[in-house]
């Protein structure tokens, strides 16, 4: 990624969503369909197992795990260190992929990105919010969930298989009064058509973003990870969900 003597710019794309979107099948999507191009990915799980990381095709180098706390806050640092050691590597990435923590706010992770430093070498070029088709006009209320779409470029609807057309063009109406200049398109399987996330002119420049005053972290979730060193009974484990489900936001192994 040098030429003439120039570093060449690594554009990132930041893959957010709420717990459960889909964000880890578009990722895997993108990487299994790279079509020649050299993509490092980051995955932040907010457990201290970071599960998305292992379900990444091919998860190895180029793949690196940031777990146990959220980017947008608690490991922004680690965010920015790991952004500065995948762009010291040869062969350098030609492109990076973030995916958030379905906690995450993206709008501290796109004032962390906006680093002088970083944003010489690895400018944000799109920030793709991925959002279950499933979800009600009421759940679009959370506020949490608003700041994930307004900061978005493209909106993905996962799991639009579950939902007629009416429900869909109902879905699509309420996110473009939140985001009128946001593109909204159905995705089956985490397919995203990738001239949506990746620039054609890798020479351009993006602008940079304008970003508003840092908002105090609410501390709505907590998570906790456990493993077990022998064989667990099927049906216990799943009576042991079943009496977690109303209280669990999510839950993967």
């Known amino acids: 990624a040098r030429c003439r003597g120039l570093i060449v710019p690594v554009p990132i794309l930041l893959v957010t ?47 690196v795990s940031l777990s146990n706390g959220c980017i947008c806050c608690s490991l922004e640092g680690d965010l920015l260190r790991t952004l500065a050691a995948l762009l010291r590597r040869d062969p350098r990435p030609e492109f990076i992929v973030i995916e958030t923590s379905g906690v995450a706010d993206p709008a501290d992770i796109v004032r962390n990105l906006m680093d002088p430093l970083i944003w010489r070498e690895a400018p944000l070029e799109t920030v793709l919010c991925v959002v279950d088709a499933t979800t009600t006009e009421e759940a679009l209320n959370d506020a949490l969930l608003r700041s994930q779409l307004r900061s978005a470029d493209v909106v993905a609807l996962s799991k639009v ?89 999510r839950a993967k192994g």
């Open 17 to 63: 969503g709420f717990l459960g979107a889909g964000k880890t099948t578009v990722v895997n999507h993108l990487l299994a369909h790279a079509e020649g191009r050299r993509i490092a990915a980051v995955v932040n799980d907010f457990g201290a197992i970071n599960i998305d990381a292992e379900l990444i095709v091919g998860a190895s180098d180029g793949v």
């Open 161 to 249: 298989d579950l939902v007629d057309a009416a429900g869909r063009a109902a879905l699509r109406d309420t996110l473009r009064v939140l985001r009128p200049a946001t593109v909204v398109v159905d995705v089956l399987h985490g397919e995203v058509p990738a001239a949506l996330l990746f620039p054609v002119d890798v020479d351009r420049m993006p602008a940079p973003r304008e970003v508003g005053p840092r908002r105090p972290a609410a501390d709505r979730f907590e998570t906790l990870s456990w493993t077990s060193e022998h064989p667990l009974s099927l049906p216990r484990l799943q009576q042991a969900i079943g009496r977690l489900a109303p209280k669990l936001a």
